[in-house]
């Protein structure tokens, strides 16, 4: 049974204060693992989708990286915009469902 | 128009109603999914459907079902609506890679 964890569950930072977010993983194949962007009351907003360890993608402030077990999510001197819970996912050979995260909620005080 | 549509956005309905939540895409994808939300929980799936002819149950589909009308199209009922059924309520539609376009939602509130 594929299994995500997401660490920590909520994380306060000062604008322009770098940290990372993580997820550990469990599957009997990886296929891709998805981060996404949740806004209060709106649905996931899709950011990045890695395929094999050491890959690497970029958007903004934003930047994924994948290992054999987990993945974190680098976020570089962030703005109270993206204040948003993000959560994982993950894609493995026979499962044809994500199997998702609790999400971290990440709040960004100016 | 958003890739996945679903209607309606907000609702209120008493105990023991029956209600339908819509949701229809044009991502032109097989795959289409019912996910329930609740604070502290994460995403929890009900239905899915990976074309016209199959639905599957997912982990909570106790209380509820689903139609799949047409490739676009696919809906989810509550019989007997209960109040523990209050949660925010996604759709969302996939292509074989796996990744998920998600609709804005629908906010339940069974009183």
């Known amino acids: 049974e594929d299994q995500v964890t997401q660490s920590p569950e909520a994380l306060r930072l000062q604008e322009g204060e770098s940290s990372s977010l993580n997820c550990s993983y469990t599957?009997?194949?990886?296929?891709?693992l998805f981060w996404y962007r949740q806004d209060p009351g709106k649905g996931p907003e899709f950011l990045f989708t890695?395929?094999?360890a050491g890959e690497e993608k970029e958007k903004e402030r934003l930047k994924a990286t994948l290992t054999k077990k987990e993945s974190f999510l680098h976020i570089t001197a962030p703005k109270p915009e993206d204040s948003a819970t993000y959560l994982c996912a993950v894609l493995s050979f026979g499962n044809e469902k994500l199997t998702f995260g609790t999400g971290t909620r990440l709040t960004i005080i100016p | 128009d958003a890739d996945v549509t679903q209607t309606p956005r907000n609702r209120i309905t008493k105990t023991g109603k029956r209600i339908m939540l819509e949701c229809s895409q044009t991502?032109?994808?097989?795959?289409m999914y019912w996910y329930r939300q609740d604070p502290g929980l994460g995403l929890q799936l009900i239905y899915y459907s990976f074309d016209v002819k199959d639905i599957n149950k997912g982990e909570i589909s106790d209380g509820y079902s689903v139609s799949r009308q047409a490739q676009a199209k696919f809906s989810l009922s509550l019989e007997s609506a209960i109040p523990n059924q209050t949660a925010l309520y996604f759709c969302?539609?996939?292509?074989?890679?796996?990744?998920?376009?998600f609709g804005s939602g629908t906010r339940l509130t069974v009183v």
């Open positions: 991502k032109g994808h097989d795959r």
């Open positions: 890695l395929y094999s």
């Open positions: 599957v009997s194949g990886l296929r891709g």
């Open positions: 969302a539609t996939s292509d074989l890679t796996g990744g998920y376009t």
